[in-house]
């Protein structure tokens, strides 16, 4: 939330349309702490599903399709192998049922998303590498791979460092926004 919110007072949001998580994400926040983030970046009108986070830590919980929704973006699609029980979805946003252990062909249409989300997934498939390819692939031309990963601790099978991400990008001929 806090680089959504920083990306957000910095414009990065202003000319996106569309996102796609890889994994159903989460917003494991407290309704306090969505409510104050948000409030700070002076967003007026907060969606009446904000009070849905009062559950909080229970299930079920609002998706991440609530916070880019927020920031400005029309369409906020998710993936994932297993579709998290949501309190209310939103009609025009697709969950598609993945295994990104192997190839995305046929599931979803490339070259689509303007930004195209890893906030702690692709370190759980045992093939990463088919992981990022579908990154890759789901991002349009001039679009944007935001990748924040656990450093250290994390629950996935792999654990990987800043340089990992910035040769990733240098290999891709990506360029670095922020790191």
């Known amino acids: 939330l806090q680089l ?12 996106l349309k569309s996102v796609i998580d890889m994994g159903d994400q989460d917003l494991n926040l407290s309704y306090e702490e969505l409510k104050n983030s948000l409030n700070f970046l002076n967003i007026d009108e907060l969606d009446k599903t904000l ?12 998706s991440s399709g609530f916070l880019w929704k927020t920031l400005g ?39 689509q998303y303007d930004l195209v989300t890893d906030l702690g997934n692709n370190e759980h498939p045992f093939n990463v590498v088919e992981s990022y390819k579908s990154m ?18 994390g629950n ?15 290999v ?7 790191s």
């Open 4 to 15: 959504s919110c920083e990306l957000h007072k910095k414009g990065f949001f202003k000319n």
């Open 51 to 62: 009070s849905y986070a009062k559950t909080f830590p229970q299930r079920p919980r609002l």
């Open 73 to 111: 973006l029309e369409r906020a699609d998710r993936l994932d192998l297993i579709k998290l029980d949501r309190i209310k979805t939103d009609p025009t946003d697709e969950f598609f049922k993945v295994d990104l252990n192997f190839p995305l062909e046929n599931q979803i249409k490339f070259d």
């Open 136 to 153: 890759h692939k789901l991002c349009k031309k001039n679009g944007f791979l935001l990748i924040q990963q656990g450093i250290f601790g």
């Open 156 to 170: 996935g099978f792999y654990n990987f460092d800043i340089s990992f991400f910035e040769n990733l990008a240098a």
């Open 172 to 178: 891709n001929n990506y360029s670095c926004l922020y």
